[in-house]
């Protein structure tokens, strides 16, 4: 499983108002969202009118895919109309294979055998 993570910061130059601001970044996760399986979130701070911090996340199974929808991403945000991307910083990090090698999560606390064959009243392994 790979996560595949980006943080774009947009100059809106033309924004005067916390309206205008809103409506360059709303539009934005909006497009984004609409033609990309990302999660899109404002990250930064959120007082100032001509700057914004996006936040982008991608999951799969390869971490060519995650490479390909942040570049997209990043395309999309290269083309505003409104404003102008600044700064950029992606990252791909894997997490093993299916998921395999992460602690602590609830994958520790399952009973597998009942998972794939059973009901949920039978998931939870009570050793």
């Known amino acids: 499983m790979f996560v595949g993570v ?27 969202r609409a033609k990309l399986p990302v999660s899109v979130a404002e990250v930064g701070d959120t007082e100032r009118l001509q700057v914004a911090t996006l936040g ?10 995650c490479h390909e929808i942040l570049a997209a991403a990043l395309s999309m945000a290269r083309v505003l109309p409104d404003a102008v991307l600044c700064d950029v910083r992606t990252e791909v990090l894997a997490f093993g294979g299916g998921g395999q090698g992460l602690s602590g999560g609830i994958e520790q ?3 597998f055998e009942a998972f794939e064959s059973g009901s949920p009243e039978d998931w939870k392994d009570d050793d």
């Open 6 to 32: 980006g943080r774009l910061v947009i100059q809106i130059p033309g924004a005067q108002t916390i309206k205008d601001r809103r409506r360059v970044v709303k539009s934005f996760k909006d497009r984004v």
């Open 56 to 65: 982008v996340a991608v999951v799969s199974n390869e971490t060519a895919r």
């Open 109 to 111: 606390s399952l009973d």
